[in-house]
């Protein structure tokens, strides 16, 4: 399995890099709107939502709001959706504590799930976009943002590995440990010192950075354990079949949906 996941990250490595760094955002813009469109199909059917014809209305009107979005991008409504972004990942802390909420196949909890899908995709969706749209560089922060979420991924893979005893969440995700945690705060600020360094921060702003790579980090994991609640839930294993080895695009979404609005706003605060 290591095996696959690595040859699968390796293929898609390449592509993931030129999509972020050649085009202009108002390009961007369209490519990040069509894998969070099958993100939120893959979101739909964890969320209980059987009816293919609904599903795909869904889409079509979440594509109408990425539009609406896009459009609105020199207004305060993106600042605001990014503070609601992070406001939903410290309140999801709440449902792992309470990870039988919602649990029973009800029309109430798919709703209450289906709902939940619009703090997850649209501040990922705006706070990708003004990272990318940002200056100097926004680019290559762009590529960090999403650097500091891979290399959280592989530290707490080897860490978790040969380190790991004590689990984190169990009942959610027997497979992560606080060791895990542990390695990926490690490689997450590693990454993210180097990067920013590269991008010419220094001094304050530097630590400022470096303490914004923990909190970044701190959401991936929220977002991976969110989605392996889902999967609890939805009595999957993956959420799709998308990437061999790594299962559906939104098990290889989850932390960034989290990290994203998180890096976002605290690089607007930071001034960089």
Known sequence: MLLQRTLTALLLAPVVFLVILLPPTWLFAPVVAVVFLAALWEWTRLSGLRNRRVRGALLAVALAAFGLL???QATPVWPVLLVAGVAWWALACLWLRHYTFAAAPTPENRNLKLTAGVFVLFPAFVGLLAIHASEPHGHWWTFLALAIVWAADIGAYFSGRFLGKRKLAPN?????????VYGAFAAGALITVAGGWLLGVEGLRLLG???LAVLTVAASIIGDLIESLMKRHAQVKDSGRMFPGHGGLLDRMDSVFAAVPVFALGKL???L
């Open 70 to 72: 896009w459009w609105l």
């Open 172 to 180: 959610i995700s027997p497979g992560k440990t606080w060791a895990g």
């Open 209 to 211: 950075l470096a303490l």
């Open 269 to 271: 605060l930071l001034g």
